[in-house]
């Protein structure tokens, strides 16, 4: 399906990743002395990690609910910069004042045709001791959800996404003045009640299909880990697509003394009220739908009639907040670099959670808290790494990455000058490792990991990751996978804290974490427990030790390296690939508004129509029109061309080392690329987010769009919009080339 245009098929082949080295080749960045050093010192760092830490500090962590904001909380924060300190990392907490909206009242009743009233609640299981913790537990909610009291017929919008409102327009259906329940799945919570309110809908009800983590998954908690059928996923519903962090200071740290937007001019809070249900209260609401069965593919597995309404089912939602501030603590944990202190190496996670968290986040935490401690161990025996490593950990994650967004807000200009690389790790499981990043680390990710070993298969981890996607991936990740030896990076959109980093910042971002095989039904439930985490997703904390020796590869590798390890030929071939994808849509796109209109007026759409039901023809479309995008496959080009002499540059330069002056002035070139690909101005209509090459959509939230500018202009048919972000994308991709070429200038120095 992806074409190549520009005959550069052997190119293409070249620059395929990765570029495993061969056995006697050292990795990029290292010469083979560096390199059998660089080996020893990860082999004394493995050694140092002990699985029995990781449970000790679970079992602490996760004893109580340490939401943002809670008592629990800031001891925390407190314990682990407690930790930091006595392993030698010079630690200090950074205070932030975001907003933190808890529940003054909640109600969801059905009104009509029968009376219902949800029970909002999640009852305590004697198999869990810390889920009878009540007092302290946040109740069932969506942060940032608006106040608001309403009562109207109920429809059912299946995921909630744009596509689904087409879905029922076809059937005559609209939501104008009504409460749409979705159910959780299909994309970031937050879209459903900004697409449901973009309708005009007044209230929105999310509830959890067994389908998607309950019983049709596997047996339910407490007999196995499954969501039960009084489980609720709480969340944040903030329009993350617009900016992430604090939802009153966007683009600046939310400080004491920041200027504020009142909670009215916050474009990110929900326009409507919105609360997450269990199945439990979700069914009497759905059983009382009346009006034409929901399509196929929108039916869950309640044991009922899945039905779209509207009506006759009548729902009363009220709810009301406590529109409160509260301190945010990260956790920043330094080790300053010996001969490159002014160049940082960021790993977080964060520490906040919905309620206890076991697996979200403290799973991610703990290993990252002993990969901290063994390098800081290694320190104490004399180690100091060439560049700074910082760790941090990282509080309001859950309402919106409040933490991480403020701490990069408030540290832009040093992070502009100073940082390599952010490693992200959040939630650990058993499973497959999945690798998120920027494509310039994409050769370095395999070769820092190539030893690394899962711990039940005893085999490498990227050996599994990949035979996962050759069984199990799209037919183009096949494709992908089979002509190359190594695990390709995904691009990242949202989900987790790396997002302030990378599309904010622009700092060369990964995320790492295991999973897949456990028992995932707790999510953000007063069910994720450290009782349900050591019976259904790393018993033995094998995991989380092999969450600590990834991410301690990668810092440790990042922080000792001659010069920085980034490869742009991954990159180069990632982006060639989603100008491909770009073209593809467009094309798409025209054929089927062009096979559509045709179907409109030959009666199509009316011929098959049943007769028994309503049905609505879509309306007809402009034409797609053939879109300039020259200034970008333009770029691509000049790309290609820079990235190619920049590796001709390395190779001839691999036995004549560089100085060590030239190897910083190098790095800083190098670090500079990352931010190349980003814009000042950011995305249309979305400024915050800068990376002109990754990009949570602003209908997918988590799900990544790459290219965003011109792939989401030609998906909203702004044609004009496309064309023009087809130029500021080719501009930045001109700036990102000219980058490359000033390194290959330094590698060509004598
Ligand atoms: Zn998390």
Redesign the pocket.
Known sequence: MKQTRFGAATLAALLLAPRLPAAEAPPLGFTPEGADAQRALEARFDALLEARNLRTWMERLSARPHHLGSAWGKQNADFIAGLFRAWGYDTRIEEFYVLMPTPKERRVELVAPTRFVASLEEPALAEDKTSGQKKEQLPTYNAYSADGDVTGELVYVNWGVPADYEELALRGIDVKGKIVIARYGGSWRGIKPKVAAEHGAVGCIIFSDPAGDGYSQGEVYPKGGFRPDAGVQRGSVKDMPISSGDPLTPGVAATKDAKRLSIAEATTIAKIPVLPISAADARPLLVALGGPMAPESWRGALPMTYRLGPGPARVHLKLAFNWDTATAYDVIATLRGAERPDEWIVRGN?HDAWVNGAS??VSGLVGLLEEARAVGELAKGGFRPKRTLVYAAWDG??EGLLGSSEWVEAHMDELEAKAVAYINS??NSRGFLDLGGSHSLETFVNQSLADVQDPAKKLGVLVRSRARTLLNGSPDERKQARASKGVHLEPLGSG?DFTPFLQHAAVASLNIGYGGEGDYGQYHSIYDSFDHYTRFMDPDFSYGLALARTGGRLALRLAQADSLPFDFGPLATAIEGYLDEVRVLADRMREETDQRNKDLEAGTFTAYFTPYETRVAPPRQEPVPRLNLAPLENAVDRVKKAVTAFEQARTSRADRPLTAERARELDSVLRGCERALSSQEGLPGRPWYRHQIYAPGRYTGYGVKTLPGVREAIELRNWREAEEQAVVVGHTLEGFAAEVDRATEILRKP
Do not use: T
């Open positions: 964060h979200d986040p994650e859950e959040d939630s987790s």
